[in-house]
């Protein structure tokens, strides 16, 4: 609690985000026992994950996958770029999952992923960098920042030791994201930090909410997830199936 009274806590795991951290932390895992295979160069081929130019014609078409993989997959050598993303997931993923709900807070992170990855590519071709592999979930949080702030742009957080609304964070995220790119653009392709990945998810986070796409329609207490949702799928129909037996018999009868 601040000085005025306000009252700050920690969000609970929603089910949607609850399986995007952990599908993280195990590629993650998985990206450590191999050694960084799957995000780092590898000698005759790009990283197995890993989004690039190259990557993308590589497989016979399977290259286009790491448009989806490499959303899932971060470094083995900096776990605090996976430990930011899954913050910033678990912060402001929580606030879209409640007006998206489960499957449209899994489009959403996937579309800003992708878009991300698009918005990449076509600027690291302008520096010449068009084979830099492209590795993380930055790009599919960015939507999902920008999505929980059109939501709430009033919404408090803290930005170090100083309370700001949620607006002027993604405001100032934004900003310093496409100042960033301008600045790559007329010097050249400094490396490090995929400023465009992070616009490219951004803006398909605002567009998300302006449009209202991927909102799931189901309330989020009855989403039972992908198995659970084969499950009652099949009841269903046995249902329907034992209920058309019955209508057939009392007709006969």
Request: aromatic share 10%; with cysteine; proline share 5%.
């Amino acid at each position: 609690m601040d000085p005025y009274g306000r009252r700050y806590a920690l969000p609970g795991l929603t089910p949607a985000i609850k399986l995007l951290v952990i599908a993280n932390a195990a590629v993650f895992a998985a990206n450590a026992v191999l050694l960084g295979r799957l995000s780092d160069p590898v000698a005759g081929g790009s990283p197995w994950f890993a989004c690039s130019w190259r990557g993308l014609s590589e497989g016979y078409g399977l290259g286009l996958l790491r448009l989806l993989s490499y959303q899932f997959t971060h470094s083995f050598t900096d776990p605090m770029h996976l430990l930011l993303n899954m913050l910033v997931l678990w912060f402001f993923g929580t606030m879209a999952e409640q007006r998206l709900g489960y499957r449209g807070t899994l489009k959403l992170y996937l579309a800003g992923g992708l878009a991300g990855a698009l918005l990449h590519l076509g600027i690291a071709a302008l520096q010449g960098a068009a084979n830099v592999p492209l590795v993380g979930a930055s790009g599919a949080c960015y939507g999902c920042l920008l999505y929980a702030a059109c939501v709430a742009p009033r919404s408090q957080v803290i930005l170090f030791v100083v309370p700001v609304p949620l607006w002027g964070l993604a405001a100032l995220l934004v900003g310093i994201g496409a100042y960033s790119t301008f600045v790559e653009l007329a010097t050249g392709f400094q490396g490090g930090v995929a400023h465009g990945a992070h616009l490219g998810g951004a803006l398909v986070g605002f567009l998300a909410h302006r449009s209202g796409l991927f909102v799931d329609h189901v309330p989020p207490g009855l989403r039972p997830g992908l198995f659970g949702g084969l499950r009652r799928r099949w009841q269903t129909r046995a249902a329907e199936a034992r209920a058309g037996a019955a209508a057939a018999r009392e007709l006969q009868l």
